[in-house]
């Protein structure tokens, strides 16, 4: 980044994990935030979505977020932000992922 530049990263909660994401000067929606933190949850070949779907709603501080607002107007360095995936049922995704 250039001198001045921010670089935010967010603490995204997804399930039982946090995991921390640069997200650069934050150009990026909370929807894209939400789709690398369920991507990433699944530390072993990023394919989270198969198992937990898409992010329905995103959190910040308990209060729900307008997905299509930028990371860097509603977060700082450092924001922890839960990711409410569209499929939820933890046990069956866990079964599901440790079956390949």
């Not at 670089?7 to 150009?27: D, F, Q, R, S």
């Not at 995103?58 to 607002?69: K, P, R, S, W």
Request: proline share 3%.
């Amino acid at each position: 980044m250039a001198p001045g530049k921010t670089n935010i990263k967010v603490h995204v909660h997804v399930l039982e994990k946090t995991i921390v994401i640069n997200c650069g000067a934050g150009a990026q929606r909370l929807r894209w935030l939400g789709i690398v933190g369920i991507s990433r949850w699944d530390d072993k070949d990023f394919r989270g979505y198969q198992y937990l779907g898409v992010p329905e709603t995103i959190f910040i501080d308990g209060v729900e977020q307008d997905m299509g607002a930028t990371v860097r107007d509603v977060c700082t360095d450092g924001s922890e932000v839960t990711v409410r995936p569209s499929i939820r049922d933890y046990d069956a995704a866990m079964e599901k992922r440790s079956k390949r």
